[in-house]
């Protein structure tokens, strides 16, 4: 609970008006809604009595108080929807950047990113319920309980009682369904969603090698498995909800007992009138709905909290690594060299694993030179490539772009300064130019082609009727292996880094394709650095430099040509 009441805080800290206007427009409806009841019931008692006994009425003031509260109710209601979702919208889209970016901060290694960004994406949809589930139905009840028991007390201390047993019965409510709640049933269901989604994944990903070897019914049992867990944990938590607006319900219809009594009996005694008398039950009969709607926020708290938690853990450990980036770049201002990336003492383990995959690694690309690094299959050559284009960050040891830390590069600059050419290099199934887009948004159609005239495409997409604005099949259906991986050096064409990473960019193109694809690279990528994670002697050919990374942690630093 602590996490959430941090959570409504930092709402609240975001932006303290629309925190504000948010409860006051939910707060008009609820009153405007209960008084048009009692206001109505009096009014129509009123006329009533008036019409058999001759007494006079003023007829325009209680209808014109009628159709006010009828527009305030429904403009009210529009209103609040606008408002309080806006309220939580502003705060969670800044709250989203926050965790994103602790997450790109502190590398959160030891989990698949699919489950990462899945858990993320449902951490913070649960949280758009705290201010719109909890926070304004609470608070709009607890005003209205405070304006009820003062009209009581004016009008009748018997009222008064009444009204406050109800209204302790309905926070009794509020406080079991806090209390009590079915942590271990919220558990159960995030841990199943985690299940399914990691099990549909494998299935998919796999799904050709799970038939081959007959495991395919299998893996499809397991997501059912899961699927089942999630649905049983969801039931009993509704259940529960369920059980609490029914109990809302019967404290309600007992409450309404009982107030009209007290009303016959303070009509009869001559407290107050019988239209005030009506007046009175009629607002009481809107009570349930306005009370009840606190208990699913209140019984889904197990749930929220647990969203809660997760997200302010990983805001304050982005917070801590910020903190400790502000120091790496302190030093980073000392260091000297303007090689276009050094590794100095780089060593990196992956989460599990009994050693490190590279270990005290040390080597230099100077500006515009071409270093391939070479190695037996799982050496750690992929690695480094991502070490360097900051995918994953070192263990421990520095990287130094352009003499500067890596870790102290904001994002925006380190991709701008470093672009990375793989065999998975994805393809939206969108139009070609908004593929090529990705990499230069501003881009105009002439530069759009002249990359794709760079990269040897620029015929091929000119077949086509539709040119640029051709679409794509999911994954580049539609284009060849050799045109995929083109259409991606010629998205990388659009960029001007310092650093090209072609990380096995020619696997699965032929040796003839291989070397057009590396020829066209070569010749238009400029004066930037390039290190080729090299599995072909085309790879190899095209480099200034070859660094056996085996033979350099054998070495400690020493290149093997």
Known sequence: MKTVWQIILEQYRYSRFHFGIGILVALLP??????????????????????????????????????????????????????????????????????????AHSNERGQR?????????????????????????????????LLLALIWWTLSFQLFLVGSVFLSSWAVLAWISFAKADRKNARRED????????????????????????????????????DDRQAKAHEALEERSTWLTAASTLIGQLFLA?????AVLGAASGGFGIATAVGLVLVVMALPEIFSMMLPG?????????????????????????????????????????DAIAFEKVSFRYPGATGNVIDDVSFQIRPGEVVALSGRSGCGKSTVAALASRLVTPDRGRICLAGRSLDSLPEETLRQSVTVLSQRAYLFNDTVAANLRIAAPLAS??????????????????????????????GGVGLSGGEQRRLALARAFLTRPDLF??????????????????????????????????????????????????ALQAASGEEVR
């Open 30 to 103: 609820t009153l405007a809604g209960a008084l048009l009841l009692g206001v109505s019931g009096w009014f129509i008692t009123a006329a009533a009595i008036a019409g058999t006994t001759g007494a006079f009425l003023n007829i325009f003031v209680p209808s014109a108080i009628i159709r006010a509260l009828a527009i305030i109710r429904t403009a009210g209601r529009y209103g609040e929807r606008v408002l309080t979702h806006d309220a939580t919208f502003r705060f969670l889209t800044g709250l989203r950047d926050r965790v994103f970016s602790a997450i």
């Open 113 to 145: 990113s699919g489950l990462v960004l899945n858990r993320l994406t449902l951490d913070i949809a649960a949280l758009d319920t705290v201010y719109l589930r909890l926070v304004v139905p609470l608070l709009v009840a607890a005003i209205l309980a």
């Open 191 to 226: 841990a199943a969603s985690d299940a399914i989604g990691l099990r549909a994944a494998d299935l998919i990903a796999g799904r050709r090698d799970l038939a081959i070897y007959g495991g395919l019914n299998e893996a499809a049992r397991g997501v059912s498995i899961a």
């Open 258 to 262: 009982a107030v009209l009594m007290a």
């Open 298 to 338: 209140l019984a889904g708290l197990p749930r929220i909290a647990l969203a809660a938690r997760r997200t302010v853990n990983r805001v304050r450990a982005g917070n801590a690594v910020q903190s400790v980036d502000q120091v790496q770049e302190i030093d980073a201002a000392l260091e000297v060299g303007t």
């Open 445 to 474: 159609d002439g530069e759009l082609w002249a990359a794709l005239e760079k990269a040897a495409l620029g015929e091929r997409m000119s077949r086509n009727a539709e040119g640029l604005q051709a679409i794509l099949g999911e």
């Open 501 to 550: 990473i072609l990380d096995e960019m020619t696997e699965g193109l032929d040796e003839g394709t291989s070397k057009e694809v590396l020829d066209r690279f070569n010749s238009h990528r400029g004066s930037a650095a390039v290190l080729i994670v090299a599995h072909k002697k085309c790879e190899l050919d095209l480099a200034d430099r070859i660094v056996n990374l085996r």
